[in-house]
């Protein structure tokens, strides 16, 4: 991958980003995603922020490498901090744990009031995600599902607006499984809750073998709702 030829993974981040935007990529690394982004025209500005020395350093050799640096400017820092308000009107997160996401939005609020549109990638932990935007008034636009070396990837787009908007009352398993992705029910959708389904159930029989422990019976409740959400939500398609 470089920043002429993207992953499948953020190939599919980019096609969320507007035509035009000024965008923030946070947690940036080689800033591969706004250098493609600003070559094809689809950014106008960026700004590649990165909180780790190394991935920082290997932005800005790639701005610079590209010849780009008059329009991304490469931001050492903890998530949004490295944008002033006003300045971008689209995010991406990408290649992070949701509960990670969903932090940097938390702590960075301030900083999106002019931002029209999220794009962002879960390496796990989408509903952390989901429920980031439903306390906070962002509604899911779309949502992807992918599958790449191996490993399965989504991709959450929202803007604000009626968070609830998608689930059709179906609330819980919406936000466990993403309710624009559980009406469309891919192969790929399938094969992620049919392994997940089958991992709970494996953890289940080992705690059960262990016997009937109390510390165990809230575990093994939770375990059990959620197999039934996910065979609920596989049966309806
Ligand atoms: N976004 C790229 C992608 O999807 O290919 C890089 C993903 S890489 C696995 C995650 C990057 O996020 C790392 O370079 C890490 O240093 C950075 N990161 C983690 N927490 C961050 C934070 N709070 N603020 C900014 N960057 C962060």
Not at 39 to 50: L, P, Q, V
Not at 103 to 130: C, F, H, T, W, Y
Not at 132 to 137: D, H, R
Not at 159 to 179: A, F, H, I
Request: proline residues 3%; hydrophobic residues 40%.
């Amino acid at each position: 991958m470089n920043s002429d030829h993207l992953s499948k993974r953020l190939q599919t981040v980019v096609r969320f980003i507007p035509m035009g935007s000024r965008l923030a990529d946070i947690g940036s690394d080689h800033a591969y995603l706004p250098c493609y982004a600003v070559k094809k025209g689809i950014a106008t500005f960026a700004i590649a922020g990165e909180v780790a020395e190394g991935p920082y350093r290997s932005a800005l050799k790639q701005v610079q490498i590209e010849g780009l640096t008059k329009s991304i400017s490469v931001r050492k820092g903890d998530g949004l901090e490295v944008v002033e308000p006003g300045e971008v009107d689209c995010v991406t997160i990408a290649g992070m744990g949701g509960t990670l996401i969903a932090n940097i939005l938390e702590r960075g609020k301030e900083k999106l009031s002019d931002v029209k549109r999220l794009i962002l990638q879960p390496n796990i932990g989408a509903i952390s995600i989901r429920k980031w935007f439903l306390e906070n008034g962002w509604m899911l636009i779309s949502e992807e599902i992918l599958e790449e070396d191996g490993k399965i990837y989504e991709v959450l787009a929202a803007e604000k607006g009626d968070p609830y908007t998608g689930y059709n009352g179906k609330l819980e398993s919406g936000l466990l499984l993403g309710p624009l992705l559980q009406k469309k029910q891919n192969e790929i959708f399938k094969k992620k809750w049919t392994f997940e389904k089958a991992n709970w159930k494996r953890i289940l029989h080992q705690l059960e073998q262990a016997g009937d422990k109390p510390e165990n019976r809230q575990k093994k409740e939770e375990l059990l709702h959620k197999i039934s959400l996910v065979e609920e939500a596989l049966r309806q398609k």
